[in-house]
């Protein structure tokens, strides 16, 4: 199925009226089953329809494991799972350390933003990627942010990919329930284009994991930090654990000198 549709449409721009043909997102409705109960009903884009299952039955709590799913079977608009009787014990994931270089991360965040063709086509898609090494292992568009991030975790439980040395990116806002399927998956540092909530801000200090977002334009700022996190900046080397860390903005103008309001 496509992911956009075109719309004849009329643009009104200062003193003119255009006519021309607009590309939106497509957005359709997915059900999933088990045996005659829906377990869910989304809005979702019509892609990596199964990591979107197993990553959605994931977030319910329904499974631990890409094992605990019997069978699926996707047919039109409609998956049907089924699942063990119990399933198997939750996975304990290792928190490896990182290393952000400054410049490392202004060039993924270009990177990332070249990788979303759809929202570059239509303005309509949020999207989600893991990271090794600054390498954007695998990338995610939907048009709901949830759904972005059920298609990464799905992946990742799918290829029972090792985390330890990954992290995740994001263009979505932080929500609760965005970093609530974060965490369950068990990743310490989050990066994202957007803001986060003070919900979202909470949870990261409660759970002590990384948080960064507004990660654009040559600036992020940094919402929690613990130790397995050291982060590179211009001339100030490398910035290590400190009690007022937590209200550094880090912008690139002027070089390595814009710590605002934060003190070692």
Not at 138 to 156: C, M, P, Q, S, T
Request: net charge positive.
């Amino acid at each position: 199925m496509d992911l956009t549709k075109k719309y004849q449409i009329k643009k009104y721009k200062e003193d003119k009226i255009i006519c021309f043909n607009d590309d939106v997102i497509v957005e359709t409705y997915f059900y999933i089953y088990q045996g005659e109960k829906i377990l869910a009903r989304l809005m979702c884009s019509p892609s990596n329809l199964e990591y979107l299952v197993i990553g959605h039955l994931y977030a319910l709590d329904l499974i631990n494991s890409k094992d605990d799913i019997i069978d699926l079977q996707i047919r039109d608009n409609k998956a049907y799972v089924k699942l063990k009787e119990e399933k198997s014990p939750k996975i304990n994931r290792n928190k490896g350390k990182f290393i952000l270089e400054r410049e490392k991360i202004f060039a993924l965040a270009n990177e990332f933003q070249n990788y979303s063709l759809i929202f570059k086509k239509t303005g309509g898609a949020h999207a989600c990627a893991i990271i090794e090494n600054y390498r954007i292992m695998e990338f995610f568009e939907d048009v709901a942010r949830n759904n972005a991030v059920d298609k990464l975790i799905g992946y990742i439980l799918a290829k029972e990919i090792d985390i330890s040395d990954k992290f995740i990116f994001t263009s979505c806002r932080v929500s609760d329930q965005i970093i609530d399927k974060i965490l369950k998956v068990d990743f310490d540092l989050i990066l994202s284009q957007a803001s986060p909530t003070s919900v979202s801000i909470d949870m990261a200090r409660e759970k002590n994991v990384n948080l960064i977002a507004f990660a654009r334009e040559q600036r992020f700022n940094l919402y929690n930090k613990n130790e397995n996190l050291i982060i590179k900046w211009g001339g100030y080397g490398f910035i290590r654990s400190s009690k007022n860390w937590s209200s550094y903005k880090f912008a690139s103008r002027p070089y390595g000198k814009n710590l605002l309001q934060g003190k070692n």
